[in-house]
């Protein structure tokens, strides 16, 4: 006997199918949600980290701003105590500066000149005197800024014809002005000591000098 299935069976398969389809979908999407959401939770916690990190090196720059400008100041008040510090040393050596300035006028000045005033003025010196010529100006200028110790950068500021004394006495010299630095014992210590010490050796050159 021959037996027929007249049952809808291909639409029970197609159910079947369907629904086995649905069920892997659901499963793909709950597979996917864990995906990002453990995917998110790495990355959240590797951006925490991070944030950790640079809120760590943010504390640590301020420190080092705070330090450095420690470091600013106490190098500042270094200077300043170290200006301090010379500028008492060159008040102790500028006690000397007129000895040497004097010493150096006698032994720079050469015949034929005569200083009738000088002036300093912090390091620069002005000099005022009569020569018998210019040329006699000219070695000045060449003694100061070659054979001196103490006195440099001689600078000519006037020369110009002038007449001294009356009559017969009357002589016709040139009136000049000069202005020369002076250097400070701490930019000539090697020099110091003899320029103190120094002793005569022979006659007082023949030029005059007279200070204010």
Request: charged content about 30%.
């Amino acid at each position: 006997m021959i037996r027929i299935n007249l049952l809808p069976h291909r639409e029970e398969r197609r159910k079947q199918r369907i629904n086995a389809f649905i069920a892997m979908m659901g499963v793909t999407a709950v597979i996917g949600a864990l995906v990002v959401l453990l995917v998110g939770a790495v990355i959240a916690n590797k951006i925490s980290a991070q944030t950790q990190r640079n809120e760590y090196i943010k504390a640590e720059n301020k420190k080092l701003d705070e330090e450095i400008k420690e470091v600013a100041t106490l190098k500042a008040e270094i200077e300043s105590l170290k200006a301090r510090q010379q500028a008492v040393e060159d008040l102790q050596g500028d006690r000397n500066q007129p000895v040497y300035l004097m010493d150096e006028l006698v032994k720079q000045v050469p015949e034929g000149v005569y200083l009738r005033a000088f002036k300093q003025e912090g390091q620069r010196v002005v000099l005022n005197g009569y020569a018998q010529s210019n040329e006699r100006v000219s070695e000045l200028l060449r003694n100061l800024g070659n054979n001196s110790s103490w006195l440099e950068r001689p600078d000519l500021i006037e020369i110009r014809a002038a007449n001294i004394g009356q009559g017969k006495d009357a002589k016709r010299v040139f009136d000049f002005t000069v202005n020369v630095g002076i250097k400070r014992p701490r930019d000539n210590d090697q020099l110091a000591g003899p320029k103190l010490t120094e002793k005569p050796t022979g006659p007082t050159p023949a030029a005059s000098v007279q200070p204010k």
